[in-house]
């Protein structure tokens, strides 16, 4: 019974997917879980830096779905932006828990500024990753700083603040900053966004 | 334009952290409030979670990049 239905639904778009999965549509999810999983996987893996942590924050993302596939609104973003919106939610959550922060050791407060962007997945390709990396690179080491320890490290602001030795108001309006500077560096790159 | 509650130019500023989910839960709450009643905040955070979206396809790794300086 299955099969034809599936069959189908890889021709999907990923808004009629989330319709499917509001009717309680089992393979919709997995459709689902097929495209983006991946993904979902690899940025809880990058913050949690733990298989087994970063495989229960794939999975919550996809019970959200299922549950509440209506906080998906498509006419705000794409899918696979809002969950891995819920990745990095969910594993900056975990990151922020003293159970988490004990077994992730000490290297975050070791290696404040230390490393650097690569091990890129190739669900995007290598070009656009190129094209990310440089963009981030070419940041005032603030922004590029501050954005690596909020957004790999599952730092706060305040957190954030004290490591660089800035005012925490410094530290938010440099990553609004730095966040718009990396959009138009992508823009003027030919990266659709 | 009429400044919808929460303080319209305060909230912006915070745009950024929050799509980074940097944001301690008092300044969430905020931007999350004003959100609801601000479409231009909202337009501005869509867009700041394109760009954070893209950084989950390049992670931090161990590796200092050519080029990088790495602070004690």
Known sequence: VAAPNTRGLDELSDSALVVAIARWQQDALAEAYRRHAGPVYGLAYRVLRDPALAEEAAREVFLRLWTRPEHFDAERGRLRTFLLTLAHGRAVDVVRADTSRRRRGERTALEPTAGGLGADREVWGQEVAGQVRAAIFGLPDNQRQAIELTYFDGQTCREVAVALGKPEGAVKSGLRAGLRRTRDELTSAGVEL | ?72
């Open chain 2, 1 to 72: 334009m009429m400044t919808p509650a929460g303080g319209h130019d305060e909230v912006e500023q915070l745009l950024g952290a929050y799509a980074l989910d940097a944001l301690e839960s008092a300044d969430t709450e905020q931007v999350e409030r004003h959100i609801r009643v601000c479409p231009v905040c909202r337009a501005e955070l869509a867009q700041h979670r394109e760009v954070t979206g893209l950084f989950s396809e390049v992670g931090r790794d161990r590796r200092a990049a050519p080029g990088q300086r790495v602070h004690c």
